[in-house]
């Protein structure tokens, strides 16, 4: 098929779309649970993180969400001030931030426990049309970042 620049410049041709604007509707189904909690979907993610492993180097957290330290690094501030979790200069190598929870860090995993299976009932995919996504979205981001 010959390329048509016309064809390709409408939006209803653009894979980026629909990711982008499906990602935005199942980031704002967490809205309602994490803001009662004073938290922003992002936190969230680096909690799940930390409950999975705690004790972690600020670049390990960026590399298994995909984020920079120059977004994350505001954002581990600000939870570390609000008392969810510490940053200490590692003692091995001083360029390397730990970052662990706190006792309330640590707390706040019971509070969303319920979270993933609210979220959840928000998505209208058969469980087999779940699975598939979530195999073309790692495939997508690249196997190495599959969880």
């Given at each position: 098929?010959?390329?048509?620049?016309?064809?390709?410049?409408?939006?209803?041709?653009?894979?980026?779309?629909?990711?982008?604007?499906?990602?935005?509707?199942?980031?704002?189904?967490?809205?309602?649970?994490?803001?009662?909690?004073?938290?922003?979907?992002?936190?969230?993610?680096?909690?799940?993180?930390?409950?999975?492993?705690?004790?972690?180097?600020?670049?390990?957290?960026?590399?298994?969400l995909l984020l920079?330290?120059g977004t994350l690094?505001?954002?581990?501030?600000?939870?570390?001030?609000?008392?969810?979790?510490?940053?200490?200069?590692?003692?091995?190598?001083?360029?390397?931030?730990?970052v662990s929870l706190?006792?309330?860090?640590?707390?706040?995993?019971?509070?969303?426990?319920?979270?993933?299976?609210?979220?959840?009932?928000?998505?209208?995919?058969?469980?087999?049309?779940?699975?598939?996504?979530?195999?073309?979205?790692?495939?997508?981001?690249?196997?190495?970042?599959?969880?």
């Amino acid at each position: 098929m010959e390329y048509n620049p016309n064809e390709a410049l409408k939006l209803k041709n653009q894979l980026c779309f629909p990711l982008y604007a499906a990602a935005r509707r199942i980031t704002s189904v967490y809205t309602p649970y994490l803001k009662p909690l004073g938290l922003t979907y992002t936190q969230y993610i680096v909690f799940l993180v930390l409950w999975e492993e705690d004790h972690l180097p600020v670049s390990e957290i960026g590399d298994r969400l995909l984020l920079d330290s120059g977004t994350l690094t505001p954002l581990l501030k600000k939870m570390e001030k609000e008392g969810y979790l510490t940053r200490v200069r590692s003692k091995v190598d001083e360029r390397s931030v730990i970052v662990s929870l706190t006792d309330e860090g640590k707390a706040l995993k019971e509070k969303v426990a319920e979270i993933p299976l609210r979220a959840s009932q928000c998505v209208r995919l058969a469980p087999e049309e779940g699975r598939t996504l979530y195999t073309l979205l790692y495939k997508l981001l690249g196997d190495e970042t599959e969880g």
